[in-house]
């Protein structure tokens, strides 16, 4: 099935939201010790979807990505009042470095699906993001794999929340999940200068998505 350039930038688009989510989460997590579970459970389910037939199925739909769809139109924007948008804009383009960076070690790519796959069966049942060991899994799954690249992703924030173990396994997990939205991102085609010349193309299909409700 071929892809006209307009459904590949709303793929695109929504593979961004994904990022864009989950570096939010990481924030909220940070700063104030917990992040709505729904929009958690989006970005975390989504490491377990390894045969999508579209970019929608990854997330369960479009609808889910509310928030990160929202988050992406005011970083697009350039500012915020609702969030520290430099940080939130720190975390996005450090998880789409860091699936750069990863990309060109598939042995490491290979360890992490098949620790994944591993977590996934440990936890058959209901949603993995409400099991606090499948977390704390996930999040060392991040310390044996993406913590040993030579970039690592400074997460900064109150330190109160920081050192509580559960709050900082979320964290992690957040950002494995974010990278696999950068993963998904350049399977459909994102090119890292799309960010500056198709701005105004993922402005527009951000609109279209927000407008269905």
Same mark, same amino acid.
């Given at each position: 099935m071929e892809h006209t350039p307009i459904d590949r930038t709303r793929e695109q688009t929504l593979a961004l939201a994904g990022i864009a989510q989950s570096a939010f989460l990481v924030h909220q997590l940070a @700063? @104030?010790?917990?992040? $709505? %579970?729904? #929009?958690?459970? /989006?970005?975390?389910?989504?490491?377990?979807? /390894?045969?999508?037939?579209?970019? +929608?199925?990854?997330?369960?739909? $479009? =609808?889910?990505?509310?928030?990160?769809? %929202?988050?992406? %139109? +005011?970083?697009?924007? =350039?500012? &915020?009042?609702?969030?520290?948008? $430099?940080?939130?804009?720190?975390?996005? /383009? &450090?998880?789409?470095?860091? +699936?750069?960076?990863? $990309? =060109? #070690?598939?042995?490491?790519?290979? +360890?992490? &699906?098949?620790?994944?796959e591993k977590i996934k069966s440990q936890y058959p049942d209901g949603d993995i993001s409400e099991h606090p060991l499948a977390i704390r899994d996930i999040s060392r799954l991040y310390l044996n794999t993406l913590s040993t690249l030579s970039f690592r992703i400074k997460v900064r924030g109150d330190m109160s929340h920081l050192e509580n173990e559960h709050v900082a396994c979320k964290v992690r997990a957040a950002l494995i999940a974010g990278l696999r939205s950068a993963v998904l991102w350049r399977q459909v085609g994102g090119k890292r200068w799309h960010l500056l010349f198709r701005r105004k193309h993922i402005a527009k299909a951000i609109e279209q998505f927000l407008s269905k409700g």
């Open positions: @700063h @104030h010790g917990l992040a $709505a %579970q729904d #929009k958690f459970a /989006t970005v975390i389910n989504s490491l377990f979807v /390894t045969h999508p037939k579209t970019t +929608e199925d990854v997330y369960g739909k $479009a =609808g889910k990505l509310r928030l990160g769809l %929202q988050v992406l %139109q +005011e970083l697009l924007a =350039g500012n &915020s009042s609702i969030f520290s948008h $430099a940080e939130v804009l720190r975390y996005q /383009t &450090s998880l789409l470095f860091l +699936e750069y960076k990863l $990309a =060109g #070690k598939p042995a490491l790519m290979n +360890e992490i &699906s098949k620790g994944l």
